[in-house]
Nanobody, 116 residues
Framework: QLQLVESGGGSVQPGGSLRLSCVAS????????MRWYRQAPGKERVRIAT????????NYEDSVTGRFTISRDNAKNTAYLQMNSLKPEDTAVYYC?????????WGQGTQVTVSS
């Protein structure tokens, strides 16, 4: 069964860290670029990080550059998002996406709340 399952979300104080995981199954994970998106309440879903299938190309949205790091382990069919120096404005539902050409798959999302 094809699926992406995110985990690692939760509540954290400003300045804290979280590591999100996205475990893939049912498709050739290593052939897909992986992306992390987030959607804050009342706002559109925004792509914040991308890693190519062979971990050669990385891309970050400006607001997370220098604080977030995307990575992947193709042997474990897993993508990660390390989030440091979290801010209240990082509060959102975070989604992972696998994409190859016209094919794309989404996870169900994991909530991240940054609050004191």
């Amino acid at each position: 069964q094809l699926q992406l399952v995110e985990s690692g979300g939760g509540s954290v104080q400003p300045g804290g860290s979280l590591r999100l995981s996205c475990v893939a199954s049912g498709f050739s994970f290593s052939h897909y670029d992986m992306r992390w998106y987030r959607q804050a309440p009342g706002k559109e879903r925004v792509r914040i990080a991308t890693i190519s299938s062979a971990s050669i190309i990385y891309n970050y949205e400006d607001s997370v550059t220098g604080r977030f790091t995307i990575s992947r382990d193709n042997a474990k069919n897993t993508a990660y998002l390390q989030m440091n120096s979290l801010k209240p404005e990082d509060t959102a539902v975070y989604y992972c996406q696998a994409r190859r050409g016209p094919s794309e798959y989404w996870g169900q999302g994991t909530q991240v709340t940054v609050s004191s």
